[in-house]
């Protein structure tokens, strides 16, 4: 299957960031070892800052892929624009929050993303995109 990964904003930083609540492993030390447990699947990352970047490619991996995992990081709290994204494609989305985000500030708590999405998980560190991969992949 083809699978993609798309990280929003600051998701740069994980391994450097915040390392109480993220953790302190890169993501790309992390992607390594996803892409050795899932040799039989095609998994593709990305990542932005730039909410009209994270639109672009959901647009252009929307149509072909099998499943995408999408960290919004903050713009899952704000951004209609997302939401409109993953509700324009045909490739299922799963919300993903490596924080327990109902464990955390108010704001946190509303998705403008998860009713356009198959399922959220969040709240098991890294390992919450593993969990996303095994949803669309059973
Ligand atoms: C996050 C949770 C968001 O509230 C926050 O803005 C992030 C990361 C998470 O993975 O836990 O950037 O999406």
């Not at 929003?8 to 890169?26: A, H, Q, T």
């Not at 560190?125 to 095994?134: K, N, P, T, V």
């Amino acid at each position: 299957m083809k699978i993609q990964i798309i990280n929003g904003p600051n998701l740069n930083l994980l391994g450097v960031r915040e390392k109480s609540i993220y953790g302190d492993s890169s993501f790309e030390t992390y992607l390594a070892g996803l892409k050795q447990r899932y040799p039989q699947h095609q998994i593709d990352y990305y990542q932005s800052n730039v909410e009209g970047e994270l639109i672009n490619k959901l647009h252009e991996v929307g149509f072909s892929f099998d499943g995408i995992v999408m960290n919004a990081g903050a713009y899952t709290h704000t951004s209609v624009a997302i939401a409109d994204a993953i509700a324009g494609i045909n490739t299922p989305v799963v919300e993903v929050h490596i924080s327990n985000v109902y464990k955390r500030e108010e704001f946190r708590h509303v998705s403008m993303l998860a009713k356009n999405c198959k399922g959220v998980i969040a709240g098991f560190g890294m390992d919450s995109y593993r969990l996303a991969i095994e949803s669309l992949t059973v």
